[in-house]
């Protein structure tokens, strides 16, 4: 066994992805054995769903998946999430034949099957010590009574964990990110649901009012959400 703290004070969440049951019980036996906290998807889409209600501090990755493929998850956490949190890829020795596209791709790491529980531990180790210096646009973020960690893809509002959909969550990250800032709701739907026709779909209002009526039930007697009449919305100034 790797000596050493595993997460025991860390309280690191890993993720792992693998469609075979008898390899992901093995994985997650091999991390709780390390004292981390561990969740199991089965297929690229459980996956994707479990990174939206909430970021886990590391993924390992199988690539071949049922349905969504452990590339097509990468990439959407990497390309339209901005997520940089580590991904070790997990794959049969024959298929990881191009690791260089692997770790262009944004993998951080890889591990071929079959492997050593030693193996896996010592590289979840490796890099979550590496992530351990998050860089700049990862630094949690406050407004008001608002904290915001974009690492960990969560929000409290007077210490209380405020429950935000993906979506509504990037909305709030934006606006926090550029406080002040008129966001049109063009640009939020650009930037939050990553282009496509905005036309005169009501969807960014929807999420604008669903994060508002989240915060006013924490905080009713501050405003948070401005709206830019004609334009759009902004925080104003704290
Ligand atoms: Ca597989």
């Known amino acids: ?7 025991k004070d860390m309280d690191y969440r890993i993720l792992v992805v693998e469609d075979e049951p008898d390899i992901n019980n093995l994985l997650a036996r091999i991390l709780r054995e ?43 956490l990497r390309e339209n999430r901005k997520s940089h949190i580590p991904v070790i890829v997990i794959s049969a020795k024959g298929l990881l034949e191009d690791k260089v596209s692997l770790l262009k791709m944004g993998a951080d ?43 960990a893809r969560k929000v409290t509002l007077r210490g209380k964990e405020l429950a935000l959909t993906g979506h509504e969550f990037d909305i709030l990250y934006l606006l926090m990110k550029n406080p002040e800032k008129v966001y049109s709701r063009e640009l939020l739907y650009e930037q939050v ?45 704290a």
Do not use: C
């Open 34 to 76: 390390e004292d981390y906290k561990v969740s199991q998807a089965f297929s690229g889409t459980e996956a994707k769903m479990a990174t939206e209600r909430e970021m886990p501090d590391l993924i390992l990755l199988d690539l071949m998946l049922p349905g969504m493929s452990g590339e097509e998850l990468l990439q959407d």
């Open 109 to 151: 790491d890889y591990i071929t099957k079959p492997f050593e529980p030693e193996e896996v531990a010592a590289r979840v180790q490796a890099n979550l010590r590496r992530w351990g210096k998050a860089p700049e646009t990862e630094k949690p973020l406050t407004y008001k009574n608002l904290k915001l960690s974009p690492s």
């Open 193 to 237: 649901w990553h282009g496509g026709y905005y036309g005169e779909n009501n969807t960014v209002n929807v999420h604008v009012s669903n994060i508002r009526k989240k915060i006013k039930e924490e905080d009713p007697g501050e405003e948070y959400i401005q709206t830019v009449y004609g334009i759009g919305f902004k925080l104003p100034q």
């Open 1 to 7: 066994m790797v000596s050493g703290t595993g997460g």
